[in-house]
């Protein structure tokens, strides 16, 4: 059983930066691709990056490539967001996730076995 944990959320201005951790527990950390969704309020849950276990393959939505950066410190069981340019619309909880398989389909919710609790992301305009 993992457990995660994020922080790093809060309230920023928009153009602004935050950087995002998941710290996870219980697993071996590197045997886990990781994933980072969030969910604007009153929406359903969004894709917003992946990394596979061995840290040379990411995947990003289209809209948060060039603003947002996810990598992976396997020595601190620790997953980062690093989010750039951040906008209003980028308010939301952001969720980390854990999966044992990569693939094509990487940003579907259902690929991901274990989740943090989240972590709230303010942007003011």
């Known amino acids: 059983q993992v457990q995660l944990a994020e922080s790093g959320g809060g309230l920023v201005q928009a153009g602004g930066s935050l950087r995002l951790s998941c710290a996870a527990s219980?697993?071996?950390?590197?045997?886990?691709?990781m994933g980072w969704f969030r969910q604007p309020p009153g929406k359903e849950r969004e894709f917003v990056a992946a990394i596979k276990w061995s840290g040379d393959n990411t995947y990003y939505a289209d809209s948060m490539k060039g603003r947002f950066t996810i990598s992976r410190d396997d020595a601190k069981n620790t997953v980062y967001l690093q989010m750039n340019s951040l906008k209003p619309e980028d308010t939301a909880v952001y969720y980390c996730?854990?999966?044992?398989?990569?693939?094509?389909?990487?940003?579907?919710?259902?690929?991901?076995?274990?989740w943090g609790q989240g972590t709230q992301v303010t942007v003011s305009s």
């Open positions: 219980g697993g071996i950390f590197s045997n886990y691709a």
């Open positions: 996730a854990a999966s044992r398989t990569w693939g094509i389909v990487q940003s579907i919710t259902q690929m991901y076995a274990y």
